[in-house]
């Protein structure tokens, strides 16, 4: 393992050297015959539609970084982790496992984000037309035969709506062509150092199927190869002595985790006649992932030891519609989609078991306080394995008329609604758990999670462009919003029946805290929950039937005559974007511009947490754009001002259940650039982002809309002034490539760098440690993300129809960290590190036809 200390260093190397490079190979280009003409996304011309038109991207006035076809081929990108790596403003926190990334733009990151009742998330994902945003992990499409990956950063709120308050990502597939029948395909195989070994298949096919219409088919398979090794290791729990002791000799296994991902998808493009096109389609991946993808530090380096199964299944289906046509001449557009999402996941929480036995020493251990008993009251294993399901439905729908871009007022706007619902099944399974402390009907499930989501999006946008002199362009835009998101459900422990509130001489209830959270807060048919109506001395209670199937009754809802509702989070509200735009030449840009996005509020699933409000993002931004030497050079850059009101902030709380909550307000200044030059077969590209985020007021333990933190109980989780969590200070990314014809093949080598510096992993800079009420730091123990530089090599060769490349991804196998974690609230024993993958070996072949 190499440790990066030296890593920006290596990068700055790389970058100066490449800079000095285009003299010297013009020279040699004068005198050498010349390449073939690279597509536009290899040069210095690439549109893009992030303002719902076609446009140049240089004379886009926001800022903007597009990954074009070429360029995600040259890179080898094939997935989330990849194109990321690449975008300077984009990171993302998650477990590591595909489809789980959390992903931040501009440092608008407060952590913590994820949870299936928490917060939306703040940055949108679109798959073409449509969006594709869903809460717990981003959709992980597979990148093959993609025309472009767009970056939008910054409020995207007018155009995009809820989920963009801090920027949108945008994958745009190739469109069916009726000009002819072609394809590709494409093979690899690789290796990773100290791992397995991997590969993938890929292909597309473009198939007339008259003058007038056209179907395009992509199929992939891929297999990423582990690298984490699960070690030998054992665990003990109280009572000493005559506690119980575990090993995990059955689960031991090298390179545990690994990536099977398969799928496809096909478009049908028919052009009903010179101005109506219909374009529908349909998508679907299913990606097997196995073991666990963060090490754990205390064990060993890309080590863990984990006691039960671990996998993860993550399975989604699009169908997709746009229309296009022109009713005079305004571009009319519709697009819909309904999306598909099942996640099947089975998870360890062995160290959940070995903090709170520690925890609650003083009881016992775990076996004390959570009367770990069998039915015969012998004491069983206390760990713990998770069996999760969520089932995502998303049905989106957006109409948009636009009128003619030739004209001197310009104007684009419609009409959006989008309802997304996730069915959330998590059950937290002790074997051999005795019945009666089982929750009720469900023997060895000693907590369940089983609720219906729903969010539903209504708005109306609008932008209105005018040309006040051919030079000078002012655009003013707004989107009118309502939200209604609902929860409803149940969550907690059981309840033994033989347990009475209040009573004398009660048998244990299913666990501690079960007195209060589960069957215990259940609605009986005379709106009190079961706790409160045997402590009013009723005797004949009864339940009201589960709101959710599978749950044994309803604590999560509202009551309302004579049974329960979902409970509510809803609001309306409006964003908007001015922009001021002047271009004194046809290869510059400059412009001002200030926008604001928005976040929906929400609600917490125990009673005794308020719902979460909205939280907006104002941003404040100056960028200049500009082409130069006759479009050898390409020179972009921005700086911005942003303040991000009362934002939603979540973590685990006592007993590892998380809560939501609005923070203090957060500042955040920034800068970003984009450079990138083309001569002939040489090309450089250097993008990088500078990003200063701090909270400007304290973040309260307890709610306090002082900021003071004063009063019973409260104190400050982080003071004024705290950087935001997540986000590195620098993060860069540099392309060098050179190719040369030799005979019929054109010959190439690449060198790609990227540089991050560190970053905190969690906001909080003290919390309360539950069970002993001592003051820990949250973001001392969870540790710094280390700062790291990855350099990725290429040589290969190009012929007409065929490709052949060497790679070396990670060369120097530093070991990156992407993120730190922990399995729950006082885990901080075992911090787990999300690396990026070590040095990767491998070849890959291409064919046309």
């Known amino acids: 393992m190499r440790i990066a200390s030296a890593g920006l260093p290596r990068f700055l190397l790389m970058t100066s050297t490449a800079l000095l490079a285009p003299a010297s190979i013009a020279m040699a280009q004068d005198a050498a015959p010349q390449a073939a003409p690279q597509p536009a996304d290899g040069g210095n011309?690439?549109?893009?539609?992030?303002?719902?038109?076609?446009?140049?991207?240089?004379?886009?006035?926001?800022?903007?970084?597009?990954?074009?076809?070429?360029?995600?081929?040259?890179?080898?990108?094939?997935?989330?982790?990849?194109?990321?790596?690449?975008?300077?403003?984009?990171?993302?926190?998650?477990?590591?496992?595909?489809?789980?990334?959390?992903?931040y733009m501009r440092g608008v990151a407060s952590g913590g984000d994820g949870n299936h009742s928490g917060p939306l998330p703040s940055v949108g994902v679109y798959l073409d037309e449509q969006p594709v945003t869903t809460i717990g992990g981003n959709l992980d499409v597979h990148v093959y035969d993609i025309a472009r990956i767009e970056s939008l950063a910054g409020p995207q709120g007018t155009l995009y709506g809820a989920s963009s308050e801090a920027g949108t990502i945008r994958i745009i597939t190739n469109k069916p062509d009726t000009s002819g029948f072609y394809g590709r395909m494409d093979v690899e195989a690789n290796q990773v150092h100290k791992g397995g070994t991997g590969g993938k298949v890929e292909g597309m096919i473009n198939i007339p199927l008259s003058p007038k219409a056209?179907?395009?088919?992509?199929?992939?398979?891929?297999?990423?190869?582990?690298?984490?090794?699960?070690?030998?290791?054992?665990?003990?729990?109280?009572?000493?002595?005559?506690?119980?002791?575990?090993?995990?000799?059955?689960?031991?296994?090298?390179?545990?985790?690994?990536?099977?991902?398969?799928?496809?998808?096909?478009?049908?493009?028919?052009?009903?006649?010179?101005?109506?096109?219909?374009?529908?389609?349909?998508?679907?991946?299913?990606?097997?992932?196995?073991?666990?993808?963060?090490?754990?530090?205390?064990?060993?380096?890309?080590?863990?030891?984990?006691?039960?199964?671990?996998?993860?299944?993550?399975?989604?289906?699009?169908?997709?519609?746009?229309?296009?046509?022109?009713?005079?001449?305004?571009?009319?557009?519709?697009?819909?989609?309904?999306?598909?999402?099942?996640?099947?996941?089975?998870?360890?929480?062995?160290?959940?078991?070995?903090?709170?036995d520690s925890l609650y020493s003083g009881a016992g251990g775990l076996a004390g306080y959570f009367y770990y008993k069998d039915n015969a009251g012998n004491q069983i294993k206390p760990i713990q394995q998770v069996f999760g399901q969520d089932h995502f439905k998303k049905m989106s729908h957006e109409l948009r008329i636009a009128s003619p871009t030739g004209e001197k007022a310009r104007f684009v706007g419609g009409l959006f609604y989008q309802r997304q619902s996730n069915?959330?099944?998590?059950?937290?399974?002790?074997?051999?758990?005795?019945?009666?402390?089982?929750?009720?009907?469900?023997?060895?499930?000693?907590?369940?999670?089983?609720?219906?989501?729903?969010?539903?999006?209504?708005?109306?946008?609008?932008?209105?462009?005018?040309?006040?002199?051919?030079?000078?362009?002012?655009?003013?835009?707004?989107?009118?919003?309502?939200?209604?998101n609902s929860l409803i459900g149940f969550f907690g422990f059981g309840r033994n029946p033989a347990f009475y509130q209040g009573a004398d001489g009660n048998p244990p209830p299913n666990a501690a805290g079960s007195t209060r959270t589960g069957v215990a807060g259940c609605y009986t048919t005379d709106g009190l929950t079961l706790r409160n109506a045997q402590l009013a001395g009723e005797t004949n209670i009864t339940l009201l039937p589960a709101a959710v199937g599978g749950s044994p009754c309803t604590n999560l809802g509202d009551y309302v005559n004579g049974g329960v509702v979902p409970k509510r989070a809803k609001g309306d509200g409006g964003t908007y974007r001015f922009n001021l735009t002047w271009k004194p030449e046809s290869n510059v840009t400059a412009y001002i511009t200030v926008s604001r996005g928005f976040r929906p509020g929400g609600i917490n699933r125990r009673a005794d947490v308020d719902p979460y409000k909205p939280d907006y993002l104002t941003n404040f931004e100056a960028g200049l754009k500009t082409t130069l030497f006759d479009g050898l050079l390409r020179l972009n850059t921005a700086v911005y001002l942003q303040n991000w009101k009362n934002f939603q902030f979540a973590y685990l709380g006592a007993n590892s259940f998380t809560e939501i909550h609005n923070g203090p307000d957060a500042r955040i200044r920034g800068v970003e650039f984009d450079a990138n030059v083309v001569k002939g077969g040489f090309s450089f590209n250097l993008g990088g982002a500078y990003t200063d985020a701090r909270t400007t007021k304290n973040l309260c333990a307890v709610d306090d809309?002082?900021?003071?933190?004063?009063?019973?109980?409260?104190?400050?989780?982080?003071?004024?002034?705290t950087r935001l969590p997540i986000t590195p200070k620098w993060k860069l990314a540099?392309?060098?490539?050179?190719?040369?014809?030799?005979?019929?093949?054109?010959?190439?080598?690449?060198?790609?760098?990227?540089?991050?510096?560190?970053?905190?992993?969690?906001?909080?800079?003290?919390?309360?440690?539950?069970?002993?009420?001592?003051?820990?730091?949250?973001?001392?123990?969870?540790?710094?993300?280390?700062?790291?530089?990855?350099?990725?090599?290429?040589?290969g060769s190009e012929w007409d129809k065929y490709s052949l490349e060497l790679f070396a991804t990670n060369a120097f196998d530093e070991?990156?960290?992407?993120?730190?974690?922990?399995?729950?609230?006082?885990?901080?024993?075992?911090?787990?590190?999300?690396p990026n993958q070590p040095r990767t070996l491998g070849i890959r072949a291409g064919a046309k036809f």
């Open 45 to 103: 011309v690439i549109i893009v539609t992030a303002q719902k038109r076609s446009e140049n991207l240089q004379n886009v006035p926001i800022s903007i970084q597009a990954l074009g076809t070429q360029k995600l081929d040259q890179l080898n990108v094939s997935n989330f982790n990849g194109y990321t790596q690449q975008l300077p403003t984009v990171v993302a926190q998650s477990s590591g496992t595909p489809g789980t990334n959390i992903i």
């Open 214 to 356: 056209a179907l395009r088919v992509v199929g992939y398979y891929e297999k990423d190869a582990g690298y984490i090794d699960n070690v030998a290791g054992t665990r003990s729990f109280l009572p000493e002595g005559t506690g119980i002791t575990i090993n995990n000799s059955q689960y031991v296994k090298k390179n545990y985790n690994d990536t099977e991902i398969a799928g496809g998808r096909a478009l049908l493009k028919v052009d009903l006649d010179d101005n109506w096109t219909v374009t529908p389609g349909i998508m679907y991946q299913d990606t097997r992932s196995h073991g666990n993808y963060g090490y754990d530090s205390s064990v060993g380096d890309l080590q863990v030891q984990h006691f039960l199964p671990e996998y993860r299944r993550d399975i989604f289906a699009q169908a997709s519609l746009t229309i296009e046509g022109k009713i005079g001449s305004w571009d009319l557009t519709y697009a819909g989609a309904y999306l598909d999402r099942k996640t099947f996941s089975s998870s360890d929480y062995t160290d959940y078991a070995e903090a709170y």
């Open 423 to 484: 069915l959330i099944h998590q059950d937290y399974q002790v074997a051999g758990l005795a019945d009666l402390l089982s929750v009720n009907g469900k023997p060895g499930t000693l907590w369940l999670t089983q609720q219906n989501r729903v969010d539903k999006d209504y708005a109306a946008f609008g932008e209105v462009s005018y040309d006040f002199t051919p030079t000078i362009t002012a655009t003013a835009g707004g989107r009118y919003f309502k939200y209604d």
């Open 705 to 721: 809309l002082t900021y003071s933190c004063s009063g019973s109980g409260n104190y400050v989780a982080a003071p004024a002034n």
């Open 734 to 795: 540099s392309t060098l490539r050179y190719s040369v014809p030799v005979g019929a093949a054109k010959v190439y080598g690449q060198v790609n760098a990227t540089y991050q510096s560190s970053a905190s992993s969690d906001l909080r800079t003290a919390a309360i440690q539950p069970g002993t009420g001592e003051l820990i730091n949250p973001a001392e123990l969870l540790g710094r993300i280390a700062a790291f530089t990855q350099v990725n090599f290429a040589l």
């Open 815 to 834: 070991r990156g960290q992407l993120s730190r974690y922990v399995a729950c609230g006082v885990c901080y024993n075992r911090v787990y590190i999300v």
